[in-house]
């Protein structure tokens, strides 16, 4: 009887250890490319400019150049903000409206550039108020609102988000190091951890009351994780040690295993509420003679 091919390498069959997302769940195209990074060159010009003038026109030149980059790293900044608001189910808006401010310092750059020796003031208004409208049009507004929270209690929910900032930077900080290491499938397989990590941080988000039991997640194991992947990257760097980057990838496979298990008994306990609310209310209805 013929049997379907599978083994270690077959692309049907997931690798030992794998959890049930890919790296890329959950995850959308990002925003921060081409458009943001190239308001940066779009100041350069000025700098020959600057150099070729009077006195007053290299002043007004180098103050609209600064804002230019001022404005561009500030709309760069904008748009990583919202990506991360976008990406949460519960979360408060950025607390500096940075793309705003980036459209308020481009049409200044703007102004400043058309007002040196020989622009007039007209002109120059025109130019900033354009800069500034087609600013807004490109990259839209900051959110101005928070997502989630209704019904939330504050105290808890800032508890929660500075839980997951502490475990969020441990996450960067573990795949900085295995960067550093030199291994594209150590870095997959550590970016399907995060995947896995962060399932958890929604989970919490969404129901602070989780925290207590999962802060040693967020906490203790991720800042062990986070030093093992330091010193592992530093010795496989150098040795490229098979045994090491295998007793490694096997602590990935233990914490992702262990991080879904947990996830999973959160959302059990979401459901288990959820049947006590509902059976609750069934009661009171049949008290007070509301049949179906």
Request: no cysteine; charged share 30%; net charge positive.
């Amino acid at each position: 009887m013929a049997q379907r091919f599978g083994g270690k390498y077959s692309p049907t069959q997931a690798p030992k250890g794998a959890g049930p997302r890919n790296v890329f769940h959950g995850k959308r195209r990002s925003r921060v490319g081409a458009r943001a990074n190239f308001l940066f060159m779009a100041a350069l010009p000025l700098l020959p400019r600057a150099f070729n003038s009077d006195p007053v026109g290299l002043a007004l030149s180098l103050l609209a150049f600064g804002a230019l980059v001022l404005s561009a790293w500030l709309t760069r900044e904008g748009l990583k903000a919202e990506e991360a608001w976008a990406a949460r189910k519960v979360a408060r808006r950025p607390a500096f409206p940075r793309k705003i401010f980036g459209a308020v310092l481009m049409g200044l750059g703007l102004f400043l550039a058309g007002f040196t020796p020989g622009g007039s003031l007209i002109e120059s208004l025109i130019y900033g108020g354009f800069g500034t409208g087609l600013h807004l049009l490109a990259f839209g507004l900051d959110p101005m609102k928070d997502k989630g929270m209704e019904g939330i209690d504050a105290f808890q929910q800032d508890r929660v988000a500075r839980a997951v900032d502490e475990a969020e930077r441990h996450l960067a900080d573990m795949l900085s190091a295995i960067r550093r290491a030199g291994d594209r499938a150590l870095e997959l397989r550590v970016e399907q951890f995060q995947t896995t990590a962060r399932e958890m941080f929604r989970t919490i988000e969404e129901d602070p009351r989780d925290l207590t039991g999962a802060r040693k997640y967020l906490g203790v194991y991720l800042l062990g994780a986070r030093d093992a992947a330091i010193k592992f990257a530093d010795f496989y760097s150098r040795t490229r040690d098979a045994r090491a980057r295998a007793d490694f990838e096997n602590l990935l496979n233990d914490l992702e295993e262990n991080f879904a298990a947990r996830t999973r008994e959160m959302l059990l306990d979401d459901r288990t509420d959820l049947d006590v609310e509902i059976e609750v209310l069934r009661d009171r209805l049949q008290r007070e003679g509301v049949h179906a």
